[in-house]
């Protein structure tokens, strides 16, 4: 066996295989999780006009100067400016119009004074206000064009749209975007002992759990399922799931079990030697076996481990980013942190381990979600996770108080 590779190299050697999907243009407010293909640019100033940043009175700064709560400013109001209006009143001298927030200002005033520094002014009909404290020129107005300009960059090519984002370019007057079309993928797990979840246990037989797991982690890449499969472990049922998955459009096919070195491996029975998917020892736990390539119809092809946590390790450090690549992401990796061992455990010599592991952001440490390690089956302590501690090959052990790289991916 070929000694193993690094996890860097494999991932390049995924990553230099990925095409980017093409785009396609959706409403704004249909786009929530999709990957930018070109960047969003304002379609008008954000603010639209000048306007009032607090309920008050737009009022001319000259008839305020010398205003205190002894010799309060004595304005006549001779203009109401609610939400929604269009109104540019004119302001003559010892005038003032009462406004409320996101109302366009007068064109004549050159401040707002909030209602809290006035008195007399809340009167249903107009009439008179007294300003208690004079405000500086521009005082509470949002100018025109402060956020952004007609043209300027809202949100740049490879960003998801968020909320935030979509409620940023809608305010800066989009109504489409071009985005990249979801990754289709196929999910086919492989093995003869697995069964549906809710199957009475029996000797030799498990719940096939990866084939969910998988789905859900594919939903939180913004990909879709386009096939599911289990199969038995014979390389005709591996052919023909792979057939199926390519006339269904998969763009990805991740396989589950079948790629290691043992009597019955389905996924390696069936590629092995065609000289399109490599099967390759990694240099990590779990999921030291790692099968990938592409298919004459293009579609990826992604073997992983048949354990759950490999599958999840699995995916997490290869799938994931190929996925935000197909579809032009500008980031592909998890968040990571540095934080505190709060506990001690053992690592696999030679090999970066990636451990199920619990964090405490607020008090900045990580310990094992299991105390069995980073086992490829304790799918138990996976249920527990919330990120996977990164840890070197070259680190013999883990030692509470030591400094841990963390993947955070809840």
């Known amino acids: 066996m070929s000694a193993p590779r690094s996890v860097e190299e494999q991932l390049r050697i995924v990553l230099s295989a990925v095409r980017m999907l093409p785009a396609e243009t959706l409403p704004i407010e249909r786009a929530a999780g999709r990957t930018l293909s070109t960047p969003v640019c304002a379609a008008h100033d954000l603010p639209l006009f000048d306007n009032s940043a607090m309920d008050g009175f737009a009022v001319r700064t000259a008839d305020t100067t010398d205003a205190d709560a ?26 003032a119009a009462r406004i409320m927030t996101g109302s366009p200002v007068p064109a004549a005033a050159d401040a707002v004074v909030p209602f809290e520094q006035t008195a007399g002014g809340l009167a249903d009909s107009l009439g008179e206000v007294q300003v208690l404290r004079p405000p500086s020129v521009g005082a509470h107005i949002r100018r025109r064009g402060s956020d952004l300009r007609a043209g300027d960059v ?55 759990s990866n084939g969910p797991l998988l789905r859900a982690l594919v939903a939180g890449a913004e990909s879709e399922i386009v096939f599911t499969a289990r199969v038995i472990d014979e390389a005709e049922a591996v052919t023909l799931a792979v057939t199926d998955a390519v006339a269904a459009g998969a763009d990805v096919v991740v396989f589950t079990g079948g790629v290691s070195a043992g009597a019955y491996e389905p996924v390696r029975g069936a590629f092995e030697g065609g000289g399109h998917i490599e099967f390759v020892p990694v240099a990590m736990q779990p999921g030291k076996p790692q099968a990938f390539g592409v298919l004459p119809s293009g579609t990826l092809v992604f073997g992983l481990p048949g354990n759950p946590v490999s599958v999840a390790v699995s995916f997490e450090v290869f799938v994931r980013p190929a996925l935000l690549a197909l579809q032009g992401r500008s980031s592909l990796f998890r968040r990571r942190a540095r934080l505190t061992a709060a506990a001690g455990w053992r690592t696999p010599p030679g ?17 094992p979600a299991t105390t069995g390690g980073s086992g490829s089956h304790l799918a138990g302590g996976l249920a527990r996770a919330e990120a996977f501690a990164v840890v070197p090959a070259e680190v013999e052990a883990v030692s509470a108080g030591d400094a841990v790289d963390v993947m955070l991916v809840t």
């Open 70 to 95: 002894a010799h309060p400013a004595v304005l006549r109001v001779v203009a109401d400016l609610p939400a929604g209006t269009d109104a540019d009143p004119s302001l003559g001298a010892g005038e």
């Open 351 to 367: 090999r970066r381990q990636y451990l199920p592991a619990v964090v405490d952001l607020e008090a900045g440490t990580v310990r």
């Open 154 to 208: 809202v949100i740049a090519a490879g960003v998801r749209l968020g909320a935030f984002q979509i409620a940023g370019a809608i305010a800066a007057g989009v109504a489409e975007v071009e985005v990249a079309r979801r990754p289709r993928l196929a999910v086919v797990s492989t093995g003869s002992e697995l069964v549906d979840a809710g199957t009475p246990p029996a000797r030799g037989r498990i719940p096939d």
